[in-house]
């Protein structure tokens, strides 16, 4: 998403936030014992008002690589449970929208935190699969062979269980030619291949 489509994005937001203003401790304190009662309104209402910290906390964490979209629907999610919790306490000292900031926040910590550790497990495989295809080519040029996992074990320092697992991601991949991993591995094989097999040898 460029930075136009997601200032966008925020303006429909700010526009539904601006649709339930902040409530006052009266109200939220009515509320909350309403909602502690069974009110199913007064619930709502609840989590209608949440939404002000919650695209507060979307904005805070904007930039580190989750769009403010996706940040504003996971906070949403993380305010229902704030609410519940809140009333379930009966409110508290804290105040209702810092509670539910609190909640947010870290939900949404949470949130970034796993997706970097997607991005960089993607990233690992991604170049695993490289040095597998390099790997791959080097040893056919020098045995005028395909490589046993074996031989790809030890070149490469890894298990060959790690092998198995690049070699089936790498050929799922030329397979489907879909993934920026094909142009890693065509590029590799053209560099050091020499010819050792025909176009249509199978991996």
């Known amino acids: 998403m460029s930075v136009r489509d997601d200032d966008t994005e925020l303006d429909a937001l700010a526009a539904q936030v601006r649709a339930h203003p902040k409530l006052s401790t009266e109200a939220v304190e009515a509320l909350t014992a309403a909602a502690g009662g069974g009110d ?7 989590v209608e008002h949440s939404l ?11 930039g580190r690589g989750v769009e403010v979209l996706d940040l504003f629907q996971e906070g949403s999610l993380a305010a229902l449970v704030a609410v519940e919790e809140y009333v379930e306490r009966s409110g508290g000292s804290a105040g209702f929208v810092d509670y539910v900031r609190r909640v947010v926040n870290r939900h949404l910590d949470h949130v970034i935190e796993e997706h970097e550790a997607a991005a960089a497990e993607a990233a690992e495989l991604v170049e695993d699969t490289r040095l597998l295809g390099v790997a791959r080519a080097a040893l056919r040029r020098q045995t005028g062979r395909v490589p ?6 030890a070149v490469l320092l890894w298990s ?4 198995e697992l690049i070699s089936g991601i790498l050929d799922n991949a030329r397979s489907e030619f879909d993934s920026d991993i094909v142009q890693y591995l065509d590029d590799a094989d053209d560099d050091g291949d020499d010819g050792a097999h025909g176009a249509g040898e199978e991996e």
Do not use: I, S, Y
């Not at 309104?41 to 609840?46: G, R, S, T, V």
């Open 160 to 163: 060959p269980e790690r092998v």
């Open 40 to 46: 199913r309104d007064a619930h709502a209402a609840l």
């Open 52 to 62: 002000g910290p919650v695209l507060a906390e979307a904005v805070a964490h904007r």
């Open 148 to 153: 046993t996992e074996t031989e790809l074990a």
